[in-house]
């Protein structure tokens, strides 16, 4: 019978460390995050790719200049050369300070987090524990009667671990957009040179403002996942130990389940949120 109790606590001992460690993603900067390794190769690609996005910031300049005149003479108006002129300064600041501002970005998100957490009460997820009155209804149980017991206690642990991993992939993913959008920024960011491509670096920020969201969305599923669960599943004491142990886990893989939807939902949300 200690198989069947070590099992159980062993899957919500996993869940328990992928919810601490949920909490320590998305307060840690992805300066920080595996010692700062990663974001010195993103820094490398990026300055390199920031080469490429001055280029393309002259291409798209003078497109705009050609779609957006219709002759050299309007080009001539002061008005004109005037407003071509703050639109390219600006569209070279934003390629040569990009960086500096999509930290800025991520920084006022992480403070948001910060303070939905400090609003709430809330330093960290509860654990998740095996109550007493079920260990004893399993310690208490015949050989035979184990058999099923066995059965629930298997479904129950793959579900309870896949779940947990399925959830902490989602944040992992987050950190690897992040990566991802750093290193390319240069790129769309040089779109904002020309009128008719100022679109793609508009949808750029949006997207990157999405990711960084995501975030603050996960702490509030986490939140009011922790405030639905707080009460552990009512189980009947006088019941079978299979009945128990099965209303217990069926109750908490559905809360689970609630929990990692959300989570999976984070991105669509942002996007909505952006109009994206």
């Known amino acids: 019978m200690n198989w069947i109790i070590e099992n159980l606590e062993n899957a919500l001992n996993t869940w328990n460390s992928k919810m601490a460690e949920i909490f320590q993603l998305l307060t840690q900067s992805p300066e920080t995050f595996k010692g700062g390794g990663i974001w010195s190769v993103i820094l490398d690609i990026h300055s390199t790719v920031q080469a490429i996005g001055l280029g393309l910031l002259v291409l798209f300049f003078v497109v705009g200049v050609v779609k957006t005149c219709g002759s050299f003479a ?11 002129f703050v639109r390219f300064a600006l569209a070279k600041a934003a390629v040569t300070y990009g960086l500096e501002l999509m930290m800025a970005l991520f920084r006022i998100v992480q403070g948001l987090i910060s303070s939905i957490m400090t609003a709430a009460g809330f330093s960290g997820a509860d654990n998740a524990v095996l109550p007493d009155s079920i260990k004893t209804a399993i310690e208490n149980t015949s050989f035979l009667n184990s058999i099923p017991l066995w059965a629930v206690t298997l479904i129950g642990s793959l579900f309870i671990t896949v779940l947990s991993f399925i959830m902490i992939m989602s944040v992992y993913g987050r950190f690897f957009k992040l990566y991802m959008y750093t290193a390319i920024a240069p790129v769309p960011l040089s779109a904002f040179a020309g009128e008719p491509s100022q679109s793609m670096g508009k949808a750029f920020i949006k997207s990157y ?28 004491p006088n019941a079978a130990a299979v009945t128990q142990v099965w209303s217990y886990v069926g109750e908490l893989i559905f ?18 949120m952006l109009g994206l």
């Open 74 to 84: 309007e080009m001539k108006r002061p008005e004109v050369a005037v407003k071509m």
């Open 209 to 236: 403002a999405a990711v960084c969201l995501e975030g603050a969305i996960v702490v509030l599923a986490c939140i009011i996942f922790s405030l639905f669960a707080s009460s552990p599943p009512a189980v009947d």
């Open 255 to 272: 809360n689970m389940l609630v929990l990692v939807g959300a989570v999976k939902m984070a991105d669509r949300l942002c996007r909505e």
